[in-house]
């Protein structure tokens, strides 16, 4: 079976420091893992995936991820917050040898001070 | 525009009312995905359909039935709701499995139950 989990329920940064959210995941197979972000009141956006090319994975807002399967962590980094970063981010794995259906972490919310 | 749309946005219902959400996708992606959204539970699979007239269930199913109507729409019905599927309604759809596929979502269905 195959899951994520979040490290942190909330993030809290000033505006103009690095982000660090962090992701860790369960697979039985190479996986296929995706971090998405949904603003208030607001549908999902995708911000990058991970399809076993290359570990680092750079997405869009200048947001980036490395997969590291001997820790097993896909962890989202940004070197400078914005005040626009603030919104719920989601880690998620696809079980797309199988269903194809995609399993969601509980979120991260990041909060950015200014 | 291409994409998953999602109708109603919006809907309050009394308990025991039964409606039905409607999705419908233009993308000829062959899944479709039906997931609930409750705080600080992230987004759970109610239902999936991996291929034209096939439906399957997923992580949350009871109180609910879908139908794979065509390729392009897939409904999610409540037969008689409760305050317990009070949450945000998200419609999926996803190309092939494989390598080169992706997921889009729709904008969403607030739907309160009292």
């Known amino acids: 079976a195959q899951s994520v989990t979040q490290l942190d329920s909330h993030v809290s940064v000033s505006e103009g420091t690095p982000v660090l959210l962090r992701c860790n995941y369960s697979s039985s197979y190479s996986p296929s893992l995706f971090w998405y972000v949904q603003h208030p009141n607001k549908g999902l956006q995708l911000l990058l995936k991970?399809?076993?090319?290359?570990?680092l994975v750079k997405g869009i807002n200048g947001f980036e991820a490395e997969f590291k399967k001997s820790e097993t962590s896909f962890h989202l980094t940004k070197p400078s917050a914005h005040m626009s970063d603030a919104a719920e981010y989601f880690c998620v794995v696809s079980d797309y040898f199988n269903t194809g259906k995609l399993i969601f972490g509980q979120g991260t919310t990041l909060q950015v001070k200014p | 525009n291409a994409g998953v749309t999602q109708t109603p946005k919006f809907q309050v219902l009394k308990t025991g009312q039964s409606m039905t959400l409607q999705c419908a996708q233009d993308?000829?992606?062959?899944?479709m995905y039906w997931y609930r959204q409750d705080p600080g539970m992230g987004l759970r699979l109610i239902y999936y359909s991996a291929s034209e007239g096939t439906t399957d269930k997923g992580e949350v199913p009871n109180g609910y039935n879908v139908s794979r109507l065509n390729k392009r729409e897939f409904s999610l019905r409540l037969e008689s709701a409760a305050p317990s599927q009070t949450s945000v309604y998200f419609c999926?759809?996803?190309?092939?499995?494989?390598?080169?596929?992706?997921?889009?979502f729709g904008s969403g269905t607030r739907l309160t139950v009292v």
């Open positions: 993308m000829n992606h062959n899944s």
């Open positions: 991970y399809t076993s090319a290359a570990t």
């Open positions: 999926a759809s996803s190309e092939k499995r494989g390598e080169n596929y992706g997921y889009t």
